[in-house]
DNA sequence: AAGTGGTCTAGACCACAGA
DNA sequence: CTGTGGTCTAGACCACTTT
């Protein structure tokens, strides 16, 4: 109950989620009515929406008007497509790592940086050198380009998600990004760095980052050797059908 | 105007919507703050609030605590990244194809296979071998591997997309799937299918695809030339708030 | 200090489903 | 008929940003 400081209605979310997860609802049982939950939650009845709406969004539960709302589903849908970082990848399968920041400076980027964040010619770019090893071992080589009118400050220690400082820099917030993977044999300098023969390739990840007005921010290039990483995304099968805009009448 | 039934809070968000479709209210600009809002559509602020929400989902206005609503975009966002198939991206691309089906058999399937299909020991799967070729040029190779329940007619032409064959078979629809894309250097039996030497790395695609009750239908393994495709997808920054939170008890 | 969006309450009426 | 979820109101307090 109290003690927590999240909003009521996550706490009550997080509690008939839970029900539902721990078995303690089976799939196929109704929910007890709005009014029933509100009064024994002790809350009021437009909270308890509004935790029932977060879990609709799961998938959890169907509301039908006139009948109730029922477990349709034990375990949240699974998570579609959002923007991760390697980083959020390595956390989710428990696998530490490190990060040594090689370099950071202004310069004039090449024609396909350029392209990615429509730079102008003779715009500058702050690009971010930094590899990141696994048990000490090397993993990745990652080179972050962001425009200068960004103005991430070049003096940060760069130890976060490139995209914080991105963000903490301006008022935009990133919201959807492309990634581009593609494969091929490491140059002789990555074969240096990450410690490997030209025998085994390196998968290429591009990402370029994007803010609410479309404008891309960042593009960051992770060159991954193969035996260590896949990249793994779930997708819905369709771009989903529009919500009810029905202003005909 | 006209005493539309749809309820009130899709009225205000069909009105503020064409306000900013129409160009009324440009990018960049702010909203009346919510009071407002509920004082000029003569309706209580929760109504308001309601509105906003739909343009939020839309991706229209972006909501600031403390600061306000601002119009971030003129167009609803396009949708983002849905199951595509190489057929589609050829397609969007403007690259004819074509599909040679080199095999269709049933067959026992490898450790991975079963366990990406939850097929019992012993089960098996109809496995399809198809080589797609641009220009005459070999381009990949995809193994289909469906369960034998699904019923899949193994003397289908397998001419299309694969995941046809299988929706048609059962009435269940694929609502969504997982893809880990990696690389390895090509075994000698793919450097002569495809056509290329060792030192050219191939981009392996792997695809499992559920159905609407989390039951995988379908996995498919494509082995592309890595001089020849990307893997591109575009993606949202997050889901939304995050559900995660501490979760204990 | 003033103003914003986020949260929350305690009521109310409605359309619809089911006995 | 009763009970359900869906909608709506008129207040309130909060954390936060900006002045």
Redesign the interface.
């Known amino acids: 109950m109290s003690g927590?400081s999240?909003p009521l209605y996550?706490q009550v979310?997080?509690a008939i989620?839970?029900q539902i997860v721990s078995g303690h609802r089976n799939v196929g049982s109704m929910l007890p009515t709005e009014h029933t939950l509100a009064r024994s939650f002790k809350v009021s009845r437009?909270t308890i929406r509004k935790a029932i709406r977060?879990l609709k969004d799961?998938g959890l539960v169907r509301a039908t008007p006139g009948v109730g709302t029922v477990v349709v589903r034990k375990r949240?849908q699974?998570?579609?497509?959002?923007?991760r970082t390697i980083n959020d990848d390595l956390d989710d399968r428990g696998i530490p790592s490190t990060i040594e920041l090689l370099s950071a400076t202004f310069r004039e980027p090449n024609d396909a940086v350029r392209e990615h964040l429509h730079v102008e010619p003779g715009g500058r770019v702050l690009e971010v050198v930094r590899i990141r090893r696994i048990a000490s071992q090397p993993f990745s080589i990652t080179y972050f380009h962001v425009p200068e009118w960004v103005g991430v400050d070049p003096e940060a220690d760069f130890k976060r998600p490139v995209h914080e400082y991105v963000e903490r820099a301006r008022?935009h917030?990133?919201?959807?990004?492309?990634?581009?993977?593609?494969?091929?044999?490491p140059t002789p300098s990555e074969q240096e760095m990450l410690e490997i023969g030209?025998?085994?390739?390196?998968?290429i990840v591009r990402r370029t980052s994007f803010t609410?007005?479309?404008q891309p921010v960042e593009f960051v290039e992770s060159v991954i050797r193969?035996?260590l990483?896949?990249?793994?995304?779930?997708?819905?099968?369709?771009?989903?059908a529009d919500?009810?805009?029905?202003?005909q009448?």
């Open positions: 927590s999240a996550q979310s997080a989620r839970d437009a977060g799961e949240p699974k998570r579609f497509g959002y923007l008022r917030f990133i919201t959807y990004g492309t990634d581009r993977v593609s494969a091929r044999s030209e025998a085994l390739p390196v998968l609410d007005y479309d193969s035996d990483f896949d990249y793994v995304v779930t997708l819905p099968r369709k771009p989903d919500p009810t805009e029905g202003g009448s």
